[in-house]
Nanobody, 123 residues
Framework: QVQLVESGGGSVQAGGSLRLSCAAF????????MAWFRQAPGKEREGVAV???????SVADSVKGRFTISQDNAKNTLYLQMNSLKPEDTAMYYC?????????????????WGQGTQVTVSS
């Protein structure tokens, strides 16, 4: 029902920027939520930001003021603009999708996941 393809990861020095993209291929209409998660080696997957069709957006405290989530409806693409990157932002970043308006960025709420894109920030 839903396919997600992330892109835009890479290696960058601390203080730099990257923009991640998530192309969403889905069937059906209705309300939805999309989010970004990340997982560093040996750590739990954590929510980074969420956006839904009910006009809700939020970002985790750890990235507030540095990361921005947005979407292009015409392109069915979700973005994560990441500025002022820090070494602790190094992780695999995943795009996730849920039907319905979800405000949380807890992983249990999302049923569909992309393969991930690696972000590495060097000091």
């Amino acid at each position: 029902q839903v396919q997600l393809v992330e892109s835009g990861g890479g290696s960058v020095q601390a203080g730099g920027s990257l923009r991640l993209s998530c192309a969403a291929f889905r069937y059906g209409v209705g309300s939805y939520s999309m989010a970004w998660f990340r997982q560093a080696p040996g750590k739990e997957r954590e929510g980074v930001a969420v956006l839904n069709s009910c006009d809700h957006t939020s970002v985790a405290d750890s990235v507030k003021g540095r990361f921005t989530i947005s979407q292009d409806n015409a392109k069915n693409t979700l973005y994560l603009q990441m500025n002022s990157l820090k070494p602790e932002d190094t992780a695999m970043y995943y795009c996730a999708f849920a039907f319905g308006c979800v405000a949380t960025i807890q992983k249990y709420a999302y049923s569909y996941w992309g393969q991930g894109t690696q972000v590495t920030v060097s000091s």
